[in-house]
């Protein structure tokens, strides 16, 4: 069942979304050669305690850390350690989250570590981050939710292969609803899959986690003997964008983007919603 918000409850998540976004801020700052993920832990820890905030990863199905560090072939859900140091030339996906007055925001970023990157990694990212804006800007009144995930997979077949032969869309993991809980229906696949066929109609009030993960290969995936962390099958690099977004009567609101999603969206001719926080 699809959760649907008043405007009030949107304000809150707006709240928790601009938690998130300090988060993101300070760990992207922090996500230097020679820090460890614990480190991005505890600076993540830090902005939460900071605005009265709570963590939803921390303990949610046991996770024991307040933000998922997925570094190189990792592709979600990499759990913060001391032994996990960052080196020059490495990337990393940083997933958070944060709840204010029992509202969720949820988001994630690929963040390059030092410098010399390969050109392709900077692709990839770009490429997945790029292909999120795809989809939220199909987050419209009356579309369906398989019109986001056609954006999604849409912008990404559309681009130059890379070095590696192709872009693999993640199929295991996707977005999806948010407001009371962190994960709600609906379930939103990066991808369109013909059986699932297509999914509730977008309303105002409907709030999503919109979340492609992209790999330099492969698709497919498999879980680490700690039970959390995601790899690749075939050890290529990923990357992990995500925002939470909220439908409203005045078009989308991206929570968990400082200006609500202004600059992205505009050059696909989409005016956000005014924010509700003023």
């Known amino acids: 069942m699809v959760q649907i918000k008043t405007p009030e409850q949107i304000a809150k998540m707006r709240e928790a979304g601009l938690v998130v976004a300090a988060i993101h801020a300070a760990t992207r700052e922090a996500a230097v050669p020679g820090a460890t993920t614990h480190d991005l832990d505890q600076v993540a820890r830090k902005v939460i305690a900071d605005h009265g905030a709570k963590s939803n990863f921390l303990g949610y199905g ?154 330099l290969g492969t698709a497919q995936t498999e879980v680490l003997q700690d039970d959390w962390t995601v790899i690749t099958t075939d050890g290529t690099w990923s990357s992990h964008w995500e925002h939470s977004i909220a439908l409203t009567e005045q078009g989308p609101l991206v929570l968990t983007a400082p200006d609500c999603g202004r600059a992205r969206l505009a050059p696909y001719g989409i005016e956000v919603a005014p924010d509700p926080l003023g």
Not at 99 to 125: K, M, N, Q
Not at 130 to 147: F, H, P, T, Y
């Open 62 to 215: 046991g996770f024991p850390a307040t933000i998922c560090t997925s570094v190189n072939e990792v592709v979600v859900h990499g759990i913060p350690d001391e032994k996990t140091v960052l080196k020059d030339g490495d990337i990393i996906s940083i997933d958070a989250g944060a709840i204010v007055d029992g509202w969720h925001g949820d988001a994630a970023y690929t963040a390059f570590v030092g410098t010399g990157h390969a050109p392709e990694l900077v692709e990839l990212s770009r490429v997945t981050e790029e292909s999120m804006w795809a989809g939220i800007a199909a987050m419209k009144v009356n579309n369906r939710l398989v019109d986001i995930s056609k954006a999604i997979e849409s912008y990404i077949r559309r681009q130059p292969r890379p070095a590696t032969g192709k872009y693999g869309i993640i199929e295991d993991y996707g977005g999806h609803g948010i407001g009371t809980e962190m994960h709600m229906d609906p379930h939103l696949l990066n991808y369109v899959a013909r059986k699932r066929g297509k999914g509730i109609k977008l309303v105002p009030g409907v709030c999503l986690a919109i979340e492609p993960m992209v790999s």
